[in-house]
């Protein structure tokens, strides 16, 4: 039942790296996406959270399973969970050796939009309520200040209305000096950089583990049962 349980919690960790891509980065991305020349390439940024969410919910559902068939002692529901272990174990690798070369391309991809972003939030912060309501989400969510930092807003029309920058960009209001807070690009690349590391090395360690683990229980309780 252990392997059965560490199969649980990793796929309760990935579910909830999975919600955390979606919560955390979402609203950026989004916006990102629906401004004016964006690479399609991009929506495949959105994706990654939906893609962890069902690995996450498909390990827990396969744990239950090998638990449920080690205690009735079910051949039938063994070999099924041996198989579906075995197609997860391949998708892990490949899901790591993916994420390597994906997380440099996202950033890349995000990067060259960086004229368009900051041009869309001269022009539109503080004017157009959608894009404000994202923004503001954004920044609180990440701490953060514009897309590069608090230059973004330099002669946009939310400071020229307002005479000070967004409450996100400083620890005190009225904010009217210079901030240190990071742009939300940093902000944005350092939570993925802090993060995919870790995720990289639990999918490949799950996957280095789960099949010796899950074979040897499967044959001796198939043997047992014979």
Known sequence: LGCCGAIILAGAAILGVGIWVKVDSGSILSFLQN???APGELGQVLN?????????????ILGFLGCCGAI?????????FFIIILIVFIAEVAGAIVLLVFKPLAENLIKQMGSEVVKSMKNDYGKNKDVTGLWNTTMTTLKCCGFNNYTD???S???NDTKSYPVQCCNKVPCTEITTIPGCFPALKKLVDDNAVILIAVALGI???????T????????VFTF
Request: glycine share 6%.
């Open 157 to 159: 029309y939310f400071v």
């Open 215 to 222: 074979l040897s229980f499967c044959l001796s309780v198939i």
């Open 153 to 155: 807003f330099t002669n």
């Open 207 to 213: 996957a280095v583990l789960e099949v010796p683990d």
């Open 72 to 80: 009735k002692e079910s051949r039938c529901m063994l070999l099924l």
């Open 35 to 37: 401004t004016q020349g």
């Open 48 to 60: 990654v959270g939906y893609l962890l969410i069902a690995v996450g919910a498909v390990l827990l």
